[in-house]
């Protein structure tokens, strides 16, 4: 979760160091709001494969980012790739934020940072209780 004002890709680097806190990170996979040379770089230097879209129109002149380079190299005129790398798999985060916002609407009522990540964590706790007593 991020701030409005915030893009997720300027977030990658956080949210990599945090998830790699409390699991054993191999890879990740993201779209193209996560395409560019820093954070290619930083899941390189965490050891962590990332399979994320890059743009239709990437160079291949790269010459500092040798992981984005090889990403670029690998997709374009590759359909094949997301199969090959389980891009497709990003639908399982997207549906799981797509019900909880069926569920409980887009907009959040808080208003203070702390009470928004308590807000959001509530309403996912609760989420959590629906699919388990299917209810959803």
Known sequence: ???EDTSDGRMFGRLMK???NVADV???IG???YDSKDNFLKASKM???AFIRVRRNSSLKS???IPRRLAVIEQLGNDGWKREK???YRWMA???FSCLKRTFGEYIRAVKWPNIVKELLLKASIYNLFTKMNLN
């Open 31 to 33: 779209d193209g709001a």
């Open 47 to 49: 050891h962590i494969d």
């Open 63 to 65: 010459r500092l980012c």
């Open 94 to 96: 997207e549906s799981a």
């Open 26 to 28: 191999k890879r990740v």
């Open 86 to 88: 389980g891009y497709g």
């Open 18 to 20: 945090n998830s790699a």
């Open 1 to 3: 979760m991020t701030r």
